[in-house]
């Protein structure tokens, strides 16, 4: 069930509001689990198990953590546990891909479907049983709880990753307010008008310019195309994440901010600071302090190299090259947990590359002319977009081709018009898309030392935002049947 | 032990409840619980020889219909007995006394349920009779039927004037024996084990309802002390509920309702024959004047049944109509009052709205005098015989229907009581939920709380009301079925996709929605785009997509395409019929000019693709079949009027009489005595409307534009077009047979028959070709008789008619677009 489906918008939410707000406190949890778990059955009933499987495996897991002195095995086999299922379900019809065409081979695929939101309740669960294991936050015993926490509908789909330390709190003991239910309701309009009018708008021309042959595209095509991409993943993946921090309001929780004007970065090192924030801070967390931690521990064999290359070249050179390593790994895995595709790698890989330079460099330091500012901004915007495409692509050789297009090194001969690819309504919406991406509404649905008139205001607003989306919702169940009778 | 039992008595609770809900899953026939009947009927009709026989019927709570439909050819009653039915059983004793000029005879009874049609559709509403005795005899024990699947007993021999005693037991259908008893144990032994490890929560639910109910009616004395938006939210949804209810409480829907509340016109039909699409037969005056133009639908001489309709101004106050129709010929004409004209959201049926009508006088002779609440679902008619020169006078009276409690039902089942009571109580749960939620929620701000209140009942607005179409003309396709909640688990698990494809067509304002889209969309665009056609909406011009004919140029297509017509043709030779290909030009490529500064064109594409083309025709020359295309006869005639139409991939009549003249002139080179029309034999008209097989236009209901896209709000800024119709002066002559997707035509004046095979551009075609040939028989390909992809496997589906029809000449004619789909033609499988 998607947000701005008509079920999830017209039936699921509504109900499942009212039974939460009218529900005793004591069973505010119990009714949030089941709709959870009915919105994740409702689109693929066969997962509810393999989701439900996590659960109880990092309930054990991180019981088992917290009463054993073999901590680091449980914790081990924990995550290898999580991770099978991620590895099954999202990457094996990869490997296999790589291996039949590496060694003529002729391993047969599965037949499976990804299960949805796997990714980001599989780094939730990770996240739970390595807080347990770094003794930050107790196991949780009540496995409803922990169930909970773990299929939460909110951000089950599209994140934000809630980290447990950041809600533990939250579920043992959470309270709903007027304010927050009035929060989170604004907040979610502004998510829900985000993903429908800006982000499904520009991604109609994304998708026209991208599903092209690249020989039919030409230079401005291919700028119009990789701009309206950029938005539109913005607009989409904020929106995801404004809706889930809304209904998260709605139910009493406050998540963590996942977006913060990501395109007004001047570095793509701030960019990542900015951009999908909750994967960002978990990869730091879980993956690069780890890692980067891994030469401070006692004879160990990293410790060990880290020790004699030090003593070769020189503490800042090691660092450099510790760095690079840390970057490398955690580059690597970023690209690959968006996709099981050689663009997702090498997409990541690209963000890693550019982040080292600006660390080597000092790029990503702050300039204080307008020129510099500019500069830097353009750098940032450029890097950004160009990456994109490759994120964009089907396979890294139309990636390459479009971006040479895109340089005007290669030429296509547009079948087209532009007027083919936006009309008056595309333009409207990526003007509005480049305005809100600056700060400049930022504080909209701030209320308090604002005036009755003022709210009154921005509520109509939301108001119309809302009428306005679900039209646009309810325009997309017409499917007119072309031509012949019934 | 205490847990356990209070989990089975919970269980038990718990499974009623479900089994109450969800009653599908637990019965074996589960329309016996979907269409429950409050009535039942026996229906007593004489069979044998009898002459002016009627039947008496005495009983208790009987309700006698003499329907029309049950006389005989002697004009014998039949009568139809109704009576009530519940979940109790009732006992029924009808006298029956046949009298009058009755011989020895039988009586014929049918124990039946309701007539219940639910979108034209008959359901089955089943009652269950049992003890059926007919003068003491036992006749059946127990027999449960519906309208479809009566139980039928003839009574023999009985003699004039003697009593028949029928007694019979009745009630609803549902019994112990109907009930699937492994599923209630099943879900009873679930119910019981979910009890048993989640009594703490359920318990806590319980009290904390049973407490909020005793909170809610210790506050019915203190609510006045509420002087707060709550009263004002609970009132104004109280309101609302009601209006929700309205589907509920009165015998039409909310919609129709609603319509007839604010409706301002009355309307009546006239139906006639006629086999021209020219001139009404008849002079018409009426008083007062009609609101629209009092001149027939623009349907083809093909469809020989023609309707005027006409509306009037509609005030609350009786009002005198007056008509003089003076006939030009002999004939029948059919009178229908009813309500006006609205068409539903979905196009497919209009709206039952109410007028009311008296005193109705045809050359004055009362027809009804009482008051007679009529509509278009439900309308008065009445078959006049006219004859040449005669002149009808219809006289009436009609006004806005006014509502009556009778109108309610609720209000006439229950009383109104129930109604204010059921008002209350709904006013003081609202209050006290609004209570609830302001003691749990804090002290809110006066927009916030608006913007909740609006924002949730945006919410659930949508699913208060499901709409329960079945089709969509607009969308020109069926609406998705509710999935059965029993077939959860079957089907791949796809019940959410499907429940979410149902929701999606189904919820409340989903075309109100829709329509505010498409409006803000069409005010904002140059161009209007949708997956198959492209609007501009300064020319007023559309076209389809792909704008070229053939996608496939690739060699093996192309020899596919000849193969298969050589084969049609070397089938046609075999059997001594002459065939011609005819192939009409796709509109994008004749006014191709429109599209090139606009929306690129790609020319490359289209020469490319003409090419293609051209090369189909050059081989299939070789083999001598001709090949008509007309093309640059049209791209000159496209320069005196136009030769398709706008909003429509159709051509118009003068592009088809283009065609049909370059057609005439190869058939004539093998066929010289054949009779070619000239437009000097037509009747010349102008109409904005385009003529083709849905009557479809983008100006007037119904919009069957499917074509197109899903609105009527076109921001239309080029003035309206008129088209010019050619009808044939000598259209009475003319004897038309209409299949399903066959027509055949007879002409006097015409020779040799003619198979005319190929696609709806046929369809204006047909104004011409007939008034060649004796006989003329059309095969419309493409009407949806097969499946799409088999639609041109003509000698497998067509050969029998082909042989059967024996004609002298085939014209396989069929649009450029669908060129590349002769590959099928000779195709077996």
């Keep these: 069930m998607l947000f701005s489906s008509t079920t999830f918008l017209f039936l699921f939410l509504p109900i499942v509001c009212a039974l939460y707000l009218l529900v005793r406190k004591e069973l505010k949890d119990y009714v949030l689990l089941l709709a959870s778990i009915f919105f994740y059955a409702w689109g693929e009933p066969r997962y509810v198990a393999v989701m439900l499987l996590t659960v109880i495996l990092n309930y054990v897991g991180a019981i088992l953590i917290s009463k054993y002195k073999c901590k680091k095995v449980l914790l081990l086999l924990t995550i290898l546990g999580d991770l099978s299922f991620l590895f099954y379900f999202k990457y094996f019809n990869f490997f296999v891909e790589n291996i039949n065409a590496l060694f003529d081979g002729h391993i047969d695929f599965i037949k499976v479907i990804m299960p949805i939101g796997i990714s980001f309740y599989t780094f939730q669960a990770i996240s739970y049983v390595v807080d347990v294991y770094r003794e930050e936050v107790e196991p949780q015993r009540n496995i409803y709880k922990l169930a909970l926490y773990i299929t939460l509908f909110p951000q089950l789909v599209a994140g934000p990753i809630v980290k447990y330390h950041d809600v533990a709190d939250q579920i043992e003991n959470r309270t709903v307010d007027f304010e927050k239910v009035a929060y989170g309701v604004k907040r979610f309009i502004v998510g829900l008008a985000k993903k429908v009018l800006l982000a499904n708008t520009l991604g109609a021309v994304a998708d026209k310019v991208f599903t092209q042959p690249i020989d039919q595209l030409d230079c401005m095509t291919t700028w119009l195309g990789a701009i309206c991409y950029t938005f539109q993943i913005y607009y989409d993946f904020s929106g995801y994440s404004d809706m889930a921090i809304g209904l998260g309001s709605i139910f009493g929780f406050k998540f963590l901010e996942n977006f913060n004007y990501p395109y007004i970065s001047r570095s793509i090192t701030e960019y990542w600071r900015r951009w999908h924030i909750s994967l960002g801070s978990w990869f730091r967390d879980y993956m690069f302090m780890p890692i980067m931690f891994l030469p401070l521990a006692r004879n160990t064999a990293i410790s060990r190299s880290y020790r004699w290359v030090m003593k070769k070249v020189g503490s800042k050179v090691a660092n450099a090259i510790m760095t690079f390593i840390a970057l490398l790994i955690v580059w690597f895995s970023t690209g690959f947990w968006h ?95 480049i305005v809100c991406s600056a700060p400049l509404c930022s504080k909209m649905l701030e209320v308090e030392g604002r005036s009755q008139l003022r709210i009154a205001a921005v509520n109509l607003w939301l108001l119309a935002l809302f009428i306005l989306s679900a039209a646009s919702i309810a325009a997309s169940t017409y499917n007119p049947f072309i031509y012949f009778r019934f | 032990m205490k847990r356990i039992i209070k989990a089975l008595f919970g269980g038990l609770g718990v499974s009623i409840v479900l089994c109450a809900l969800f009653p599908s899953i637990f019965l074996k026939n589960d329309a016996k619980w979907t269409y429950q009947s409050d009535v039942g009927r026996v229906d007593v009709a004489f069979a044998g020889e009898v002459c002016d026989g009627k039947i008496n019927v005495q009983g208790k709570t009987l309700r006698v219909d003499r329907p029309q439909w049950i006389h005989d050819d002697k004009h014998n009653q039949g009568v139809v007995v109704h009576f009530p039915v519940s979940y109790l059983r009732k006992t029924y004793q009808i006298t029956l006394k046949p009298w009058g000029k009755t011989q020895e005879t039988s009586l014929i009874m049918s124990f039946r349920g309701k ?77 019981s084990l979910f009890v048993f490890f989640s009594y703490g929560a359920i318990r806590g639910f319980v009290c904390s309802t049973i407490e909020w109910i005793g909170v809610m009616i210790s506050d ?80 083809p001489a093909t469809n020989p049944i023609k309707q005027i309709d006409l509306n009037f101004r509609a005030r609350g106050k009786w009002q005198k109509l007056s008509l003089q129709l003076k006939s030009q010929r002999d ?101 006290r939920l609004f209570g609830a939620f302001a003691k749990r929620l804090g002290r809110p701000r006066l927009s916030d709380t608006l913007l909740l209140v609006t924002f949730f009942c945006c919410l659930f607005i949508p699913m208060m009301n499901l709409s329960d179409g079945v089709k969509s003309a607009r969308e020109n396709r069926m609406l998705a079925v509710k999935p059965e909640p029993r077939e959860i688990f079957k089907k791949g698990f796809d019940y959410g996709k499907r429940y979410q494809n149902y929701f999606n067509d189904h919820f409340w304002g989903r075309l109100a929605l829709i329509k505010l889209q498409d409006v803000i969309r069409n005010k904002l665009s140059y161009v209007i785009r949708v997956p198959r056609a492209v609007y501009f909406k300064e020319s007023g011009w559309d076209f389809f997509v792909p704008f070229v004919s ?90 005196q009027d136009l030769v398709f139409f706008k909003c429509a991939h159709h051509w118009t009549d003068w592009g088809a009489f283009v065609g049909y003249c370059e057609l005439m002139k190869e058939v004539c080179k093998d066929f010289p005595d054949m009779p070619v029309v000239s437009l000097k034999d037509y009747r010349k008209s102008k109409n904005y409307l385009q003529r083709d097989e849905y009557q479809r236009n983008y100006f007037s209901s119904p919009r069957h534009f499917a074509q197109f896209f899903n609105d009527e709000t076109l921001d239309i800024t080029s003035p309206r077009t008129f088209y010019t119709y050619y009808d044939h002066k000598n259209g009475d002559k003319m004897s038309i047979k209409v299949g399903k997707f066959t027509k055949d035509f007879t002409y006097p004046e015409g020779k040799h028959k003619i198979m005319l095979i190929g696609t709806s551009q046929n369809e204006n075609f047909l104004q011409f070709l007939p008034y060649s040939a004796a006989q003329t028989k059309y095969i419309r390909l493409n009407f949806g008789q097969v499946k799409t992809e088999d639609e041109f496997k003509i000698l497998k589906l067509y050969k029998k008619d082909i042989l059967a029809f024996k004609p002298d000449i085939l014209i396989l004619s069929i649009g450029a677009g669908h060129i590349s789909r002769c590959r099928d033609i000779c195709s077996t499988k």
């Design chain 2, 115 to 191: 007539d219940l049609r639910i979108q034209n559709q008959r359901k089955p509403a089943y009652v269950r009779f049992e003890n059926i005795r007919l003068n003491g005899k036992a006749v059946a024990r127990e027999k449960t039927v519906w309208h479809n699947k009566p139980f039928k007993y003839r009574l023999e021999k009985i003699s004039d004037n003697s009593n028949v005693i029928l007694s019979f037991d009745v009630r609803k259908p549902v019994s112990a024996s109907d009930i699937r008893w492994d599923m209630v144990i099943g879900l009873f032994v679930l119910c």
């Design chain 2, 331 to 431: 004939g029948k004409i059919e009178l229908r009052l009813r309500g006006p004209k609205i068409f539903d959201d979905y196009g497919c049926s209009y709206y039952s709205v109410l007028t009311d009508w008296r005193n109705l006088k045809v050359n004055g002779t009362v027809l009804f005098d009482a008051n007679k609440t009529l509509s278009l679902k439900k309308c008065f008619s009445k078959q006049i015989p006219v004859k040449e020169n005669e002149t009808l006078h219809v006289e009436a009276e009609f006004r806005r229907h006014h509502f009556t409690t009778r109108d309610f039902a609720f209000l006439k089942s229950g009383n109104l009581w129930y109604f204010i009571t059921g008002n209350l109580l709904l006013f003081f749960l609202l209050l």
């Design chain 2, 550 to 639: 053939i996608m496939d140029c690739r060699p093996t297509t192309l020899q596919a395409i000849v193969q298969n017509l050589i084969q049609l043709d070397l089938f046609c030779r075999q059997n001594n019929i002459k065939l011609y290909v005819f192939e009409v030009p796709k509109k994008e490529s004749i006014y191709k000019e429109f599209l090139s500064d606009k929306y690129g064109f790609d020319e490359k594409e289209f020469v490319k693709v003409s090419q293609a083309q051209e090369a189909i025709r050059r081989e299939v020359w070789k083999h001598h079949i001709p090949y008509v295309y007309p093309y640059e006869e049209l791209r000159d005639a496209a320069q």
């Design chain 2, 220 to 299: 019915v004395g203190k609510f006045l002390k509420f002087h707060n938006w709550k009263i004002l939210i609970s009132v104004i949804l109280t309101l609302l509920a009601n209006i929700l209810c309205i589907p509920l409480w009165t015998e039409l829907d909310y919609a129709d309702f609603i319509k007839t509340l604010f409706s301002k016109e009355a309307g009546l039909s006239l139906v006639y024959e006629d086999k021209t699409s020219g001139e009404t037969p008849f002079q018409l005056q009426s008083t007062p004047q009609p609101l629209n133009d009092p001149s027939p639908f623009l349907i």
């Design chain 1, 339 to 433: 996709g099981a595709g050689w663009t997702f790698i090498v997409w990541g890989l690209y963000n890693g590359f550019f982040i080292f330079i600006e660390t080597l460099t000092g790029w990503n330091r702050d300039r204080k002319s307008i020129g510099g500012k500019a500069l830097q901004h353009f750098y940032a915007m450029l890097v950004i977009i160009l990456g994109l495409v490759i994120f964009r692509s089907d396979t890294m050789q139309y990636a390459w081709h479009y971006l040479l297009t895109m340089f005007g090194i290669e030429r296509g001969e547009t079948m087209y018009h532009l007027i083919y690819y936006v009309d008056r309504i595309e333009i409207i919406a990526l003007t509005v898309g």
